[in-house]
């Protein structure tokens, strides 16, 4: 297994998408974490002052944001074995077909993990100095603000193996891809906006996260984070076993 998994490290590294996913995430989460701050107490802003700890968890909760290119590099790490043909040699090599996606899904757990704590560390970096011009005094040792780093961590990890599952039940590249994107960008949103909704929208995988990060969404009533943490592990594993299966099942050309 640590063979297989170098080996899909060695396939990620060798190309520039990890690069550019990577910076996106970053140039996201230092634009998210920015607008949160200069905007907070504008008029219209339903968020807490970034004086309370409830604020402040919102802030750090913004380096969540790149979970959708997470989950697009899961999603291309399995889909390109069948869109550049490399999935009848990569099995030929490995018969055993569910040692494969399992690498992929240690794999891309560990990317989802490094780019969530880049993601922190830069969220952290623009905060702390940024708020203490402000004069507001922040303590990441806060039980609050530790479970939202935590959370943070998790959600962006998750989102790793959840785009390898994706992959694995929808094998065209670009299907998966748009597929992933519409749901995240439209869907989840706009379903998570009906009011007669919330009840069951709260179990979706976007308020999910919220809930794990410790976010707020106004008159949304989210799960509890431990609730919400398992939610979206669930969602992920599902997900990843539904893929495995059917990838076992299918024949590859």
């Keep these: 297994m640590i063979g297989l998994v170098r080996a899909e490290l060695r396939k990620l590294t060798a190309t520039t998408l990890w690069?550019?996913?990577?910076?996106?995430?970053?140039a996201l989460t230092g634009l998210f974490v920015s607008l949160s701050i200069a905007f907070s107490g504008s008029t219209g802003d339903l968020t807490p002052?970034?004086?309370t700890v409830a604020g402040q968890r919102d802030v750090l909760a913004t380096a969540s944001s790149p979970t959708a290119l997470v989950g697009i590099l899961g999603v291309v790490a399995m889909t390109a074995e069948f869109r550049h043909l490399t999935a009848t040699p990569t099995f030929l090599a490995t018969p055993r077909r569910g040692r494969?996606?399992?690498a992929k899904l240690i794999t891309?757990?560990?990317?989802?993990f490094g780019f969530g704590l880049a993601c922190l560390v830069l969220a952290i970096a623009i905060a702390l100095p940024w708020l203490s011009a402000k004069?507001?005094?922040v303590s990441l040792s806060?039980?609050?603000l530790s479970l939202t780093a935590l959370g943070v961590l998790v959600v962006v990890t998750i989102y790793g193996p959840l785009g390898v599952g994706i992959g694995a039940?929808?094998?065209?590249?670009?299907?998966?891809v748009v597929g992933l994107l519409v749901y995240l960008f439209v869907l989840d949103r706009v379903l998570t906006a009906i009011p007669a909704l919330q009840p069951v929208t709260r179990y979706l995988p976007g308020p999910a996260g919220d809930a794990l990060t410790g976010g707020t969404l106004p008159?949304?009533?989210l799960l509890p984070a431990w609730a919400g943490g398992l939610l979206l592990a669930g969602y992920a594993l599902v997900l990843a076993a539904l893929g495995a299966r059917f990838t076992l099942r299918r024949d590859v050309t």
């Design 108 to 112: 891309y757990t560990v990317v989802g």
């Design 49 to 51: 002052p970034l004086s």
């Design 19 to 26: 690069w550019w996913m990577l910076l996106g995430s970053l």
């Design 142 to 144: 806060a039980p609050g």
């Design 169 to 176: 039940l929808v094998r065209n590249q670009v299907a998966a």
């Design 100 to 102: 494969v996606v399992a």
């Design 135 to 137: 004069a507001i005094t």
């Design 219 to 221: 008159n949304f009533p």
